[in-house]
T-cell receptor, first 114, second 116 residues
Framework: GENVEQHPSTLSVQEGDSAVIKCTYS??????FPWYKQELGKRPQLIID?????GEKKDQRIAVTLNKTAKHFSLHITETQPEDSAVYFC?????????????FGSGTRLQVQP | DARVTQTPRHKVTEMGQEVTMRCQPI?????VFWYRQTMMQGLELLAY????????DSGMPKDRFSAEMPDATLATLKIQPSEPRDSAVYFC??????????????FGPGTRLTVT
């Protein structure tokens, strides 16, 4: 089955700096890579995703890149703000029609210092 | 703005009691997932259903946990008997899965369970 590893587990940046979170996956057939943001006491919320036929996707201050050859994908947050502080989870899912559940990384706790 | 809903939001119970958690998936979604989240284990997949049929419950302790979908608008997760180690936040999520196409998965607000 799929295995997703996420790094770093914690990340502290100054407000205005950029933050990068990296994930690797094991199943070369995976075709969908979402990122979730979870604030304290709240549900995980989908913030951006990328499909295997795309190398990069941007949405305002966040972007995700995918390297299928190396089987890794990354979340980039530019001009970080205190409200970006949260736990971020990457995930991957493959084409196995029988399964199709997301496999999540272990999470990155991002702290943006004002 | 369609959302996954869960009840109860909080549950405190004594060891040995039965706990039932309920989830209403987004209307039209055909796949429902149950996750457990603890500080140590992150997001752990317990079970999931497609078109109300159980697809995988390998992540669930079989002796005390059970999951069902009585109808398309209700999924339940039961723990009987509950134990202190079951204390966690239980999330339900739903998505529309069509063949091999990528799909978006949305989470409910969670049920915070405390077993004393």
């Amino acid at each position: 089955g799929e295995n997703v590893e996420q790094h770093p587990s914690t990340l502290s940046v100054q407000e205005g700096d950029s933050a990068v979170i990296k994930c690797t996956y094991s199943d070369s057939a995976s075709n969908y890579f979402p990122w979730y943001k979870q604030e304290l006491g709240k549900r995980p919320q989908l913030i951006i995703d990328i499909r295997s036929n795309v190398g990069e996707k941007k949405d305002q201050r966040i972007a995700v890149t995918l390297n299928k050859t190396a089987k890794h994908f990354s979340l980039h947050i530019t001009e970080t703000q205190p409200e970006d502080s949260a736990v971020y989870f990457c995930a991957a899912t493959g084409k196995d029609t029988g399964r199709r559940a997301l496999t999540f990384g272990s999470g990155t706790r991002l702290q943006v210092q004002p | 703005d369609a959302r996954v809903t869960q009840t109860p939001r909080h549950k405190v119970t004594e060891m040995g009691q039965e706990v039932t958690m309920r989830c209403q998936p987004i209307l039209g979604h055909n796949t429902v997932f149950w996750y457990r989240q603890t500080m140590m284990q992150g997001l752990e997949l317990l079970a999931y259903f497609r078109n109300r049929a159980p697809l995988d419950d390998s992540g669930m302790p079989k002796d005390r946990f059970s999951a069902e979908m009585p109808d398309a608008t209700l999924a339940t997760l039961k723990i009987q008997p509950s134990e202190p180690r079951d204390s966690a936040v239980y999330f339900c999520a739903s998505g529309l899965v069509l063949g091999q196409e990528p799909y978006e998965q949305y989470f409910g607000p969670g049920t915070r369970l405390t077993v004393t």
